[in-house]
């Protein structure tokens, strides 16, 4: 008679995560928040690759869900599998040792990317909630051109490649009406035009309903809370808040203890950007951006965050 071997606790185990994927950084924060700048910042490490904002690769089965706010459910194997395969294709690619990425959304996924990443790093940015309310106000009259850049952002249509190139086949319907309204308000100069940053459950019904300075200051809200309620679950290991405001206003004390958490040595490159970029006037500007009706509109919507972060 054959017998049949007994299977193993390992032949029923999960596959073994690549090795990769245990120092995988992720920088997270609201728009608005410094997250472009501190990832340019931390870019400069010669130990670290970057990728910004690579939102659709993280959606990936996930495009039609109507918010950013996947869940651990989200990250079902397939999903797992094809964004760990496309962030390690990146980093092979790169030559680098490390792995950078910063994706605003995934502040109201923090779940999600501690199901496919169980043992990566989080940084979560955060700036005062008025600030990030002026910054957005002037940002709704910032247009891009379309084949040359402005200020920091590229022309319009290297943009829409890359993010073309971030978007599985499959998804591209999924992203095609998007893609056609920011072209559309982009070519007209719309006034309505605003980045409203990371989408929120029921973020088309609350934008409907409210004005739109007061949504930027409700989605600044859930995307900072969200973030803290997740990462203050992980281990001190893995997750780190760092303000805005101490990144520009005393780089020298800020940023070091970053780079111990993420357990990267000092680096020259990082020091000489910071020399070179850091403008220490950007905090405050809020007072003469907005209104005190503005001011009486957005407050009660984000004042008790603002005073438990030590901004009010």
């Known amino acids: 008679m054959p017998t049949t071997e007994p299977q193993s606790v390992a032949d029923h185990a999960p596959p073994a995560e690549p090795d990769w994927t245990r120092e995988f950084i992720l920088e997270v924060g609201a728009a608005r928040s410094g997250t472009n700048f501190l990832g340019e910042v931390l870019s400069q490490h010669p130990h670290l690759a970057y990728w910004r904002r690579p939102k659709y690769v993280w959606r990936y089965g996930n495009a039609w869900k109507a918010d950013d706010c996947l869940t651990a459910a989200d990250a079902r194997p397939a999903v797992?599998?094809?964004v760990q395969r496309r962030f390690g294709e990146y980093l092979a690619r790169s030559g680098r040792e490390r792995l950078l990425v910063c994706t605003q959304a995934n502040s109201?996924?923090?779940d999600f990317v501690n199901a496919i990443f169980p043992q990566g790093k989080i940084v979560h940015i955060i700036r005062d909630g008025r600030e990030v309310a002026a910054s957005?106000?002037?940002e709704w009259q910032t247009h891009n051109k379309m084949f040359t850049s402005k200020g920091s952002r590229p022309p319009f249509v290297s943009l829409v490649a890359r993010r073309l190139?971030?978007?599985p086949l499959a998804d591209l319907p999924a992203y095609l009406p998007e893609f056609l309204g920011t072209t559309w308000t982009m070519l007209t100069g719309s006034q309505y035009r605003y980045s409203m940053g990371p989408k929120i459950r029921d973020w088309r019904k609350r934008a409907a309903?409210?004005?739109?300075l007061a949504f930027a200051a409700l989605t600044w809200r859930e995307c900072v809370t969200a973030a803290r309620e997740v990462g203050r679950k992980l281990p001190p290991s893995r997750y780190y808040e760092v303000k805005f405001e101490d990144v520009v206003s005393r780089p020298e004390a800020t940023v070091p203890p970053l780079l111990e958490f993420l357990e990267l040595p000092p680096a020259r490159e990082v020091d000489e950007f910071l020399a070179r970029q850091v403008d220490r006037s950007v905090s405050g500007k809020w007072l003469t951006r907005l209104t005190p009706v503005e001011l009486e509109m957005i407050m009660p919507i984000i004042g008790d965050l603002c005073r438990e972060l030590g901004y009010a």
């Open 80 to 82: 797992r599998r094809y």
């Open 108 to 110: 109201l996924a923090l």
């Open 136 to 138: 957005q106000k002037q």
């Open 165 to 167: 190139r971030e978007v």
């Open 209 to 212: 309903s409210m004005d739109r």
